[in-house]
């Protein structure tokens, strides 16, 4: 059975109930399998368990100078435990669905502090001007065109409050199942090509996983998310590698290096 199918409860009309009828399909949350959850849109998938950089958001949430927006939040991975903390916590994700079992998850006194926002980063989210404490965008910037990552970078430095921080993780061109790519990373690299992580046939570097991923994936090196951040006056407090932890799939695993994330915050005074 495909994963949507899977995914999908059918509910039996009930017809003597008065209440206003629900839609027949809830989607459900897929099984987690080797600590990884499947998207229901292609988009890889949502990890199991809050990393470093994920936890560092959720730590940071309740004491946010404003509300939090978790950017790609799946079923919730960090949104969930944020709110937890007492966070008030947006929530976005390309795939609508996607939030629906986010917010099913949630009893309703947490459901209090949630907004859902649907919407495709950069062009189709928006937020006022110093409006937010945090944002994450964890594993989600790999999945944008290399000409959408500074208008990203951008808004996120807008939608931020003065002290308010950003926390990034993404895969890297390290990343276990691209492992084939990474003769050609290093050639753009010494070339001085810019974005060198930019693959572009993911069916031909992994084929095993290319039927729970889009067509290209951006994988971004410490100098590419270095240059952004600096572009648009984030001031980076920390950066460093995030490693696959062990129960993920072999496959996966390289040296280390798999995942990079950072944390950087918008100064007081924009320098
Ligand atoms: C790989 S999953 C990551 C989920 C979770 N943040 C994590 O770190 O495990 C990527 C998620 O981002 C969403 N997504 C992909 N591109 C997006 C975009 N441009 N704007 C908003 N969400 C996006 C996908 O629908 C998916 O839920």
């Known amino acids: 059975m495909n994963i949507l199918a899977s995914s999908m409860k059918i509910r039996p009309r009930n017809r003597t109930s008065k209440r206003k009828e629900r839609s027949p399909l809830t989607f459900r949350q897929p099984e987690e399998k080797e600590a990884l959850v499947v ?6 998938y949502m990890l199991s368990q809050p990393e470093k950089y994920n936890q560092a958001f959720i730590d940071f949430a309740p004491f946010a100078p404003g509300p939090v927006l978790d950017i790609g939040a799946a079923y919730g991975l960090a949104t969930i435990p944020a709110l ?6 947006i929530a976005n994700d390309l795939d609508e669905r996607h939030l629906k079992i986010l917010k099913n998850k949630l009893p309703p006194s947490l459901r209090k502090r949630l907004m859902l926002k649907p919407g495709r980063m950069p062009n189709g989210l928006e937020f006022e001007e110093n ?3 945090a944002v994450l965008a964890s ?6 065109a290399p000409e959408e990552l500074l208008p990203s970078f951008e808004k996120i430095f807008r939608w931020l409050r003065p002290g308010g921080k950003f926390f990034f993780l993404g895969a890297t061109p390290y990343m276990g199942n691209f492992q084939r790519f990474i003769p050609l990373y290093l050639k753009r690299k010494k070339e001085g090509q810019k974005w060198p992580g930019l693959l ?6 992994a084929p095993n996983r ?3 991923l889009p067509q290209f994936i951006h994988l971004l090196d410490e100098d590419d998310l270095r240059q ?3 572009k648009v006056g984030l001031i980076i407090e920390e950066m460093s ?3 696959a932890i062990e129960e993920h799939p072999q496959e996966m695993k390289f040296d280390g290096r798999e995942q990079i994330g950072f944390i950087a915050f918008k100064p007081e005074e924009v320098l």
């Open 39 to 44: 998207t229901l849109n292609r988009m890889g």
């Open 84 to 89: 937890e903390k007492g966070a008030f916590v």
């Open 131 to 133: 409006s937010l404490g």
């Open 139 to 144: 594993r989600v910037l790999n999945f944008i």
């Open 200 to 205: 572009e046939n993911i069916p031909f570097y």
């Open 210 to 212: 290319a039927c729970d």
């Open 228 to 230: 952004l951040s600096t």
């Open 241 to 243: 590698y995030s490693p």
